[in-house]
């Protein structure tokens, strides 16, 4: 296979969040792998020179879904999208032509050094690669970028069902992530080779981190390098503060979303914040090294 070239596809519809271009400049920092966005809003301020922002409606991307599936979607909200992330393939064939690999991402992510854990070794042997080491995971999944791995999601039971449904099903996680779920048992002819790997990217998500602890609750990022007060791994690949923005999917024992309560995320202004770095904590986003 020829050396790896990455695309991640991010879709964002509605209002930027307050931390888009922290997000935009994390980024930056990884220049051997493009960022797509389509989006409906105009740029922020922050425009790095591998990230592009692929101007459409939320109608225009479920339009493009649609005619993949031949199905008529109609999403009860953006939230819905979310099932259409292992389409990506297909939906975006013509933006992903000249890359050997492409991955669905979110937005609420810091990245760090990508290429600490998607090393070039195993985007070479691996054809689909999942950050989690027990979940197909819709914040980060990385695939090559063939007519059978782009086409995997079709093998999967029922997924018309779950596509054609207003609401969000999960698709992408759970009925996806058992049709590709290595642990699994698979006819020969129908297995892929499939790494789920732990990269420890989301604080207070149950699991032990490499140091024998719970997860961190404050991160450095610093120039593209993303690590955590303690010193629980070296290096992370990237966070994903999903359990502090928003208490959707944690359980009753982890208590409420810590930034519900919160006036104000941003406690640096971006500029600074590229310049000299940034932490990232239960207050938000703070000055570099704060305490």
């Not at 992408?172 to 642990?183: H, K, L, M, S, T």
């Amino acid at each position: 296979m020829p050396d790896p070239r990455l695309a991640l596809v991010a879709p964002w519809f509605g209002p930027w969040p307050v931390w888009i271009n922290l997000y935009l400049e994390s980024c930056r920092w990884n220049p051997e792998i493009t960022w797509l966005i389509p989006t409906d809003q105009d740029p922020p301020a922050c425009q790095p020179p591998n990230v592009t922002f692929l101007s459409m409606t939320l109608a225009e991307f479920t339009a493009r879904a649609a005619a993949v599936t031949g199905l008529p979607l109609v999403p009860s909200d953006p939230y819905k999208i979310c099932d259409y992330k292992p389409l990506t393939g297909e939906i975006f064939a013509d933006e992903l032509r000249a890359f050997t690999h492409f991955g669905y991402t979110d937005n609420d992510i810091i990245y760090g050094r990508l290429a600490c854990e998607l090393t070039p070794e195993r985007l070479a042997t691996y054809e689909i690669i999942s950050s989690h080491a027990n979940l197909q995971a819709g914040h980060l999944t990385v695939m090559q970028n063939t007519r059978r791995v782009c086409r995997a999601w079709r093998h999967t039971p029922k997924w018309r069902r779950h596509l054609q449904r207003p609401d969000h099903t999960g698709f992408d996680e759970r009925a996806f992530g058992r049709r590709i779920d290595p642990n699994r048992w698979h006819p020969p002819w129908r297995r892929f080779s499939v790494l789920w790997h732990e990269m420890f990217s989301m604080p207070d998500r149950a699991g032990t981190w490499p140091d024998g602890g719970k997860s961190p609750q404050h991160y450095h990022w610093h120039k593209g390098r993303l690590t955590d007060a303690r010193g629980a791994k070296e290096e992370y690949a990237y966070l994903h503060f999903m359990f502090w923005r928003s208490g959707r999917y944690r359980s009753e024992a982890m208590g409420p979303a810590p930034w519900d309560s919160l006036d104000t995320l941003m406690h640096v202004a971006w500029p600074t914040a590229a310049e000299t770095g940034f932490d990232i904590t239960r207050q938000g986003f703070l000055p570099h090294n704060s305490v």
